[in-house]
């Protein structure tokens, strides 16, 4: 019955979702307008629930999403394709009087974990070395968002169940963190570094993470000086993930509306070339192929 | 048909007639035959929150003569007035008991359509009220609501009334600025002049000179005067001696009950009830 | 005497103190909206549509937002006005203020009034959902227009209740009827209109949660009742959020404009409720 | 005869026309609350209501739904928001309608308009920029050791300013509407003009700015985004004013959208909308309820 | 020392004079040396929206005299006597002219402080208005506010000024009901009570017997004679009558001129302006 649906010959496509993916799709459909000038697209926010809510109840074509998708959500039709990655990081003030050390030491796992448990409240406690007991504020998102849930899914947690004074929004954190000397908090990369200049906005720094547990940062574990360098390691998957993420655009069942598939095609071929201008990291040539495969 | 408007007032009758032979609505009562019709209260009381404000009110009032209400202040002249026009509507936990008949219509019939029987007995109210517009719109609303068209003809009725109240001169220059501004005998005559525009066949005037100089007034008596040859015309006024002037009956209430009632010259030289006399010689002395 | 007078200086004291903490309250609000926006509001940014680049602080401008909020606005005060005089008319001149049709709808809008907007936006996007209808102009306006009628209704109503009794026992004595009398009314209680119309707009041209569910966002200007429509709280909310200043500060753009806008409409609006006022007795 | 017969059908057709709208409009307020009840069955379903209501434990993913925090939150902000925004206003109000003159209410309502025209996020973003740091600078550290600013008491003052402009107008029409006879009358016993406001204006438009404080508090019980970004958004009893807070609307609107797609967890969104359209409900039932009695009292 | 008090009203003084036997009100003037003064007016104009309303008025207003002012309609009075009080204020887009010495103090300079002049000097507007409180509130506002204290104390007044004004049988069952649900007679001879209530040292009635029946205005009438033996009184009256009655002397106005000014027997019997004698004959005609 699906062929018949007059909707589908239109050359019209409204997505609807995941304010993580917004700028990036804008982004896509301008470009994809210059080559196909008689499409219009519609995008608009509203959460990631909403994008799956309005896709399964066949309000909009496409959906974006910024977490992993739910098993009901699967069961009920939703139908995903990685179209980018995106990483989130731990920050922290420039200003904080044991920078130096602290950025040598990183973040492990299980301390990341006992923050924002609300268990470990003071710097030494992290630093061993800083002589003085300054207070730790540990910041989270008050809004429910793929940032938060996937902070929380590296420490084996949910959104709900992180500590912390609760701030709203991605630029909420990062300014409250620019704000407090002694803050730690997280954020999308794209709220950490200038687009422009390729570096942290100022007063911000990425607390880099003890991926191998090994209490001191290695080389091969220093990679965030710049935008550039710290994509490339979350592409070449040396940024864990978790706080990794995939971002997707789901659709009700394998798109079949002729104008959908051919946007989708070409966010998974031309549209990755802009990804890293806007903060976002491009699939891996062979995620690509994968994610191509769906539409066919 | 000539009509009654050509001669019924004194005042420049002669200028008015070339331009305006008939009566200004439509419809109006002057083209067919007009039968007078009374005003028949019948064991009417009226109470406001328990409080007995009119009691077992009985009266018919005439068409085509002056009958003057009189009696001490708060003894609910006003009230009579407005249950004859059922404007106690607006009046908060009010109880009413009795009939009012106007053309053998009885207005506290739950059925009965109000609004016609309002635009036949025009209530001059007490304290004048301005409508929150200007003076030319004040006057001309009622005819505009009862039909009246086009510029020229409003234009005609607004110097019609007002020269007829006497206020034409004193304000033609300012009839498109606001009513309120008026001093308050001012707004009583234009309060007159737009009540008397819409032609009711009835009309009930609460103390309507009473913020009147002696020479305004005077043109109002001698308008009600010309005014009673076609209409019904209920006046309430504290001035005795007006009263005496220009009345064909009288009614004399006190405490909400009406004490005598008859024509006037029967009434005020051989009042019969104590009270009446006592009112009368009080007033006079 | 002296107590008089010193309480008369207090007061005068405590309403001049009042007045500069309103006036610095909202000073500072401006202030920020104008300090922010006016360096980046150009021409472009109003005649433009949104350039893909636009959200990452390149070309484009809002105008798609600055139709869309027009369209919805515009049609829901019509929508709003429409439903809510009758109302206000019915509750207080046909029924009695005892009537318990008419204290029973008084409770109803108040709390009508109190619903936050994310609940419209809810309750319309459920019944959107229920219908089968897409996120559209249509929808949004509706939403609105649920949303602004209590503010209407209610404030309206605080002004006709004061309406004095005599007024209208003039008109029905004049044989107006009550629908006749309509007129008056709405010349005595204008600037309460005005001033509910402001209220009003003010709260349908800033809400973002209702019209995020309904009306959704576009890039383009919507040609039909059926196409989403952008607005510019969205267009604000959507670039606050943006990590880069440049377009954050479009943000402020988009709400300077937005407040010139509602200055616009509020002189324009009073100036022309002026008309009718000006002859209201006091 | 025929115009007059015409007159009164459209009079009449007129209050036919009225009543439908009004109980179709009264309609909606029933079509709102039975929507979200039947929304928020899931978790009536599942949960005890006195669990709902009383306890404080908020996980909504681990299946525990404790309103009480957000109940808290709410109650609080709006109190203190009214307290705040309340005599700013009326005094204001009052020096606008009997001090100032005429030019000046020109000026000031247009600002007015303006101000209640500004979006609420505008509000919340100024709310962060000025006071949440004004509290944990200045304010908050001489009563207590730390406070991070989001509290209870930015939202307080963040939702204070934003129903200013709404209380002002909704004062200023009502006061204006106390004529000026009165006023005179008072004025010419001998009155100053303070003894005047508070005897006879404040007295006579009594009725009407308790309608409006009415107004003002429902509003701010539904206000959501400007309080949601300085309030602190944890979900625990605030047991002082510089502590952070969660109140129900900014419960809804953080998780809304994203939850949208998760039954149970829409569900108790709806149960918090019910919630707060109860506290909405009740409040005004009894606002109402005082409301008779004074009105009853200075009836005109 | 005695006070006025006792002796100065008709109506059942016996009864009240074991009770109060001074002034109701703290630090009044009784207490002094009074020094009586006059009210004058020089060159004073006053413009509304570019009309001349009041046209260079001069008058000297006397203590302890009745003087009436009468005209017609809408020449203003009313403006006058708001003036002498500083009411002008509220109008908007007023301009004046020249002064009024009040006791020797020109109201009308910016530094003067208005509230106490007001105090000495009570008008009675023309429209009677009720505070939006109960009847009883209504009289005891004023004293209230000039530190009167005490429950018995305030019913004192109450009860003495309602007698004053001829209204306490009437209404002395429903003091604590709302001031405006009485008729306007009544309200206006409340609005007397009240005015008369804080003890002015001059009295400006604008039409105070108006509303009410003769018998009524003879009471009022009688009370103003008396309390001209402590008082200076101005009174508006349409009643030549009346004016004729109780002036002293009596003001003229016409289209906002004062034309002829002088003792009341002067001027009403032999007026030496045209418009007045014109006036005093139209009306006595
Ligand atoms: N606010 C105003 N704007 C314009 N004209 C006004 C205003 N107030 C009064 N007037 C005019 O000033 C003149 C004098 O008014 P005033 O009220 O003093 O008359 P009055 O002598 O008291 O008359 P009345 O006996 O009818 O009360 C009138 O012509 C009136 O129309
Ligand atoms: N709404 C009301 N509530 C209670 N009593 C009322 C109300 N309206 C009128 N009354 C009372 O009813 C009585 C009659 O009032 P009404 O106004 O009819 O008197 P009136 O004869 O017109 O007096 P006046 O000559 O002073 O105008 C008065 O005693 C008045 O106090
Ligand atoms: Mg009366
Ligand atoms: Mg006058």
Same mark, same amino acid.
């Given at each position: 019955t699906k062929n018949d649906d007059p909707n589908n010959n239109t050359n019209e496509i409204q997505i609807s979702g995941a304010f993580a993916l917004y700028p990036m799709v804008v982004k896509w459909a301008e470009e994809f307008k210059k080559e196909n000038p008689e499409v219009r697209i519609d995008i608009s926010g509203g959460g990631a629930g909403k994008g799956m809510t309005d896709v399964i109840s066949g309000i909009v074509d496409l959906g974006m999403v910024s977490r992993e998708l739910h098993k009901e959500e699967i069961k009920k039709g939703a139908y995903s394709i990685t179209v980018a990655k995106d990483a989130v990081v731990a920050t922290i003030n420039e200003n904080n009087p044991g920078l130096d050390h602290i950025k040598k030491i990183g973040l492990k796992k299980e301390v990341a974990s006992k923050l924002w448990n609300n268990t470990i409240s003071?710097?030494?406690?992290?630093?061993?070395?800083?002589?003085?007991?300054?207070?730790?504020?540990?910041?989270?998102?008050?809004?429910?968002?793929?940032?938060?849930?996937?902070?929380?899914?590296?420490?084996?947690?949910?959104?709900?169940?992180?500590?912390?004074?609760?701030?709203?929004?991605?630029?909420?954190?990062?300014?409250?963190?620019?704000?407090?000397?002694?803050?730690?908090?997280?954020?999308?990369?794209?709220?950490?570094?200038?687009?422009?200049?390729?570096?942290?906005?100022?007063?911000?720094?990425?607390?880099?993470?003890?991926?191998?547990?090994?209490?001191?940062?290695?080389?091969?574990?220093?990679?965030?000086?710049?935008?550039?360098?710290?994509?490339?390691?979350?592409?070449?998957?040396?940024?864990?993930?978790?706080?990794?993420?995939?971002?997707?655009?789901?659709?009700?069942?394998?798109?079949?509306?002729?104008?959908?598939v051919k946007f989708l095609k070409f966010v998974l071929s031309k549209g990755q070339k802009y990804t890293l201008e806007n903060g976002y990291v491009a699939l891996s040539e062979e995620d690509r192929k994968e994610e191509l495969k769906k539409l066919n | 048909m000539q009509s009654f408007i050509n001669n019924r007032l004194l005042f420049d009758s002669k200028k008015m007639k070339s331009k305006i032979s008939q009566s200004f609505l439509p419809n109006n009562k002057f083209g067919e035959i007009h039968n007078p019709f009374s005003i028949k209260i019948k064991n009417f009381n009226l109470y406001i929150k328990d409080q007995h404000i009119l009691k077992d009110i009985n009266v018919e009032i005439p068409n085509r003569k002056i009958t003057c209400i009189i009696g001490p202040s708060g003894c609910g002249k006003?009230?009579?007035?407005?249950?004859?026009?059922?404007?106690?509507?607006?009046?908060?936990?009010?109880?009413?008991?009795?009939?009012?008949?106007?053309?053998?219509?009885?207005?506290?019939?739950?059925?009965?359509?109000?609004?016609?029987?309002?635009?036949?007995?025009?209530?001059?109210?007490?304290?004048?009220?301005?409508?929150?517009?200007?003076?030319?719109?004040?006057?001309?609303?009622?005819?505009?609501?009862?039909?009246?068209?086009?510029?020229?003809?409003?234009?005609?009725?607004?110097?019609?009334?007002?020269? *007829?109240? @006497? =206020?034409?001169? %004193?304000?033609?220059?300012? $009839?498109?600025?606001?009513?309120? /501004?008026?001093?308050?005998?001012?707004?009583?005559?234009?309060?007159? *002049?737009? @009540? =008397?525009?819409? %032609?009711?066949?009835?009309? $009930?005037?609460?103390?309507?000179? /009473?913020?009147?100089?002696?020479?305004?007034?005077?043109?109002?008596?001698?308008?009600? =005067?010309?005014?009673?040859?076609?209409?019904?015309?209920?006046?309430?006024?504290?001035?005795?001696?007006?009263?005496l002037r220009i009345a064909d009956n009288v009614i004399f209430m006190y405490l909400g009950e009406i004490v005598e009632q008859g024509e006037a010259q029967e009434v005020f030289n051989n009042p019969k009830n104590v009270l009446t006399q006592k009112y009368l010689s009080g007033a006079f002395s | 005497m002296k107590i008089k007078f010193l309480e008369e200086k207090i007061m005068n004291i405590l309403m001049i103190i009042s007045i500069i903490l309103v006036i610095s309250f909202l000073g500072s609000i401006l202030w920020t909206v104008i300090k922010?926006?006016?360096?980046?509001?150009?021409?472009?940014?109003?005649?433009?549509?949104?350039?893909?680049?636009?959200?990452?602080?390149?070309?484009?401008?809002?105008?798609?937002?600055?139709?869309?909020?027009?369209?919805?606005?515009?049609?829901?005060?019509?929508?709003?006005?429409?439903?809510?005089?009758?109302?206000?008319?019915?509750?207080?001149?046909?029924?009695?203020?005892?009537?318990?049709?008419?204290?029973?709808?008084?409770?109803?809008?108040?709390?009508?009034?109190?619903?936050?907007?994310?609940?419209?936006?809810?309750?319309?996007?459920?019944i959107m959902v229920f219908l089968g209808l897409r996120t559209s102009l249509l929808a949004g306006i509706i939403v609105i227009s649920l949303l602004i009628i209590p503010i209407f209704i209610r404030s309206m109503d605080e002004v006709t209740k004061q309406l004095p009794r005599e007024l209208l026992e003039v008109s029905y004595s004049l044989g107006a009827t009550r629908l006749e009398t309509l007129k008056i009314v709405i010349r005595q209680i204008a600037p309460g209109?005005?001033?509910?119309?402001?209220?009003?707009?003010?709260?349908?041209?800033?809400?973002?949660?209702?019209?995020?569910?309904?009306?959704?966002?576009?890039?383009?200007?919507?040609?039909?009742?059926?196409?989403?429509?952008?607005?510019?709280?969205?267009?604000?909310?959507?670039?606050?959020?943006?990590?880069?200043?440049?377009?954050?500060?479009?943000?402020?753009?988009?709400?300077?404009?937005?407040?010139?806008?509602?200055?616009?409409?509020?002189?324009?609006?009073?100036?022309?409720?002026?008309?009718?006022?000006?002859?209201?007795?006091? | 005869m025929s115009r007059l017969k015409w007159r009164i059908f459209k009079d009449k057709f007129a209050e036919k026309y009225m009543l439908l709208i009004t109980v179709a409009s009264i309609l909606l307020l029933f079509l709102i609350g039975i929507g979200l009840y039947a929304k928020s069955i899931p978790v009536l379903d599942n949960f005890p209501l006195s669990e709902l209501l009383f306890s404080s434990q908020w996980k909504p993913l681990k299946g525990q739904f404790g309103f009480l925090p957000f109940i808290y939150g709410t109650l609080s902000v709006t109190m203190l928001s009214v307290l705040f925004a309340l005599p700013i206003s009326l005094l204001t109000s009052l020096y606008i309608t009997e001090k100032s003159h005429r030019t000046m209410k020109k000026i000031i309502f247009p600002v007015l308009d303006i101000l209640a025209g500004i979006p609420s996020i505008i509000y919340g973003v100024w709310g962060v920029l000025i006071i949440v740091p004004w509290i944990?600078?200045?304010?908050?550290?001489?009563?207590?050791?730390?406070?991070?600013?989001?509290?209870?008491?930015?939202?307080?003052?963040v939702l204070g300013v934003m129903i200013i402009p709404i209380l002002i107008s909704l004062f200023v029409e009502v006061l204006s509407n106390v004529s000026q006879d009165l006023k005179d009358a008072s004025i010419s016993l001998g009155?100053?003009?303070?003894?005047?406001?508070?005897?006879?204006?404040?007295?006579?438009?009594?009725?009407?700015?308790?309608?409006?404080?009415?107004?003002?508090?429902?509003?701010?019980?539904?206000?959501?985004?400007?309080?949601?970004?300085?309030?602190?958004?944890?979900?625990?009893?605030?047991t002082s004013i510089l502590d952070s807070c969660y109140p129900l609307p900014a419960l809804i609107a953080n998780n809304y959208g994203e939850m949208l797609s998760i039954p149970n967890y829409e569900s108790a969104l709806m149960f918090a909308a019910l919630i707060l359209f109860m506290i909405i409900l009740i409040f005004n039932v009894g606002a109402r309820i005082i409301l008779q009695k004074v009105e009853a009292k200075y009836i005109l």
């Open positions: 003071y710097w030494n406690q992290i630093d061993k070395s800083s002589k003085n007991n300054y207070p730790i504020r540990i910041y989270t998102r008050a809004d429910a968002c793929g940032a938060a849930e996937t902070w929380a899914a590296w420490i084996n947690k949910k959104q709900e169940d992180l500590e912390g004074i609760a701030v709203y929004g991605d630029p909420g954190v990062a300014s409250a963190v620019q704000k407090d000397k002694f803050a730690i908090g997280f954020n999308n990369i794209a709220y950490v570094y200038d687009l422009k200049s390729q570096k942290p906005y100022k007063g911000l720094t990425i607390l880099p993470i003890d991926i191998n547990n090994n209490g001191i940062i290695d080389k091969d574990e220093n990679f965030y000086d710049d935008l550039k360098m710290l994509l490339k390691a979350v592409s070449e998957k040396k940024y864990p993930s978790p706080p990794a993420r995939n971002l997707y655009i789901i659709t009700k069942g394998k798109p079949i509306k002729p104008i959908v | 006003t009230t009579l007035l407005k249950s004859i026009n059922r404007l106690t509507d607006t009046i908060y936990k009010v109880k009413i008991t009795g009939n009012i008949l106007v053309d053998n219509e009885d207005i506290y019939d739950k059925n009965v359509e109000i609004t016609h029987i309002r635009k036949k007995i025009g209530l001059l109210s007490q304290r004048p009220t301005p409508l929150p517009m200007s003076i030319y719109d004040n006057i001309t609303y009622g005819c505009k609501i009862h039909g009246v068209r086009g510029r020229k003809k409003l234009d005609q009725i607004v110097e019609y009334y007002l020269k *007829a109240v @006497g =206020l034409w001169e %004193e304000i033609k220059n300012r $009839l498109h600025t606001s009513a309120s /501004s008026l001093s308050i005998g001012q707004q009583q005559r234009l309060c007159l *002049a737009r @009540g =008397l525009a819409v %032609e009711p066949e009835f009309i $009930l005037g609460d103390e309507s000179t /009473s913020a009147l100089d002696p020479i305004s007034s005077n043109t109002i008596e001698k308008l009600f =005067l010309d005014l009673k040859k076609e209409y019904g015309i209920v006046l309430v006024t504290h001035t005795l001696t007006q009263a | 922010k926006g006016i360096p980046v509001l150009s021409w472009d940014m109003i005649s433009k549509l949104p350039g893909g680049g636009f959200y990452i602080g390149k070309e484009g401008g809002i105008l798609n937002a600055i139709v869309g909020s027009l369209y919805i606005v515009g049609g829901a005060t019509l929508i709003g006005l429409l439903i809510s005089i009758p109302v206000v008319f019915y509750i207080n001149i046909y029924l009695k203020k005892t009537h318990f049709l008419a204290k029973f709808a008084r409770l109803t809008y108040d709390v009508l009034f109190g619903i936050p907007s994310i609940v419209y936006g809810a309750f319309g996007f459920t209109i005005a001033t509910a119309t402001f209220l009003s707009i003010g709260r349908a041209i800033g809400d973002t949660a209702g019209v995020m569910f309904t009306a959704g966002f576009t890039d383009n200007i919507p040609t039909s009742l059926n196409q989403p429509a952008a607005t510019l709280p969205l267009s604000i909310f959507f670039q606050l959020s943006s990590p880069s200043d440049d377009v954050q500060n479009k943000a402020y753009a988009a709400a300077l404009l937005l407040t010139i806008i509602v200055l616009i409409l509020s002189i324009l609006g009073r100036l022309f409720l002026y008309k009718f006022s000006k002859n209201k007795i006091s | 944990s600078d200045y304010l908050g550290p001489k009563f207590s050791d730390f406070t991070s600013g989001y509290s209870v008491l930015a939202g307080g003052i009155a100053t003009h303070w003894q005047t406001s508070k005897f006879v204006v404040l007295r006579r438009a009594f009725p009407g700015i308790l309608a409006a404080i009415v107004l003002s508090i429902s509003k701010a019980f539904g206000e959501t985004i400007a309080v949601v970004m300085v309030c602190g958004n944890v979900p625990a009893k605030p």
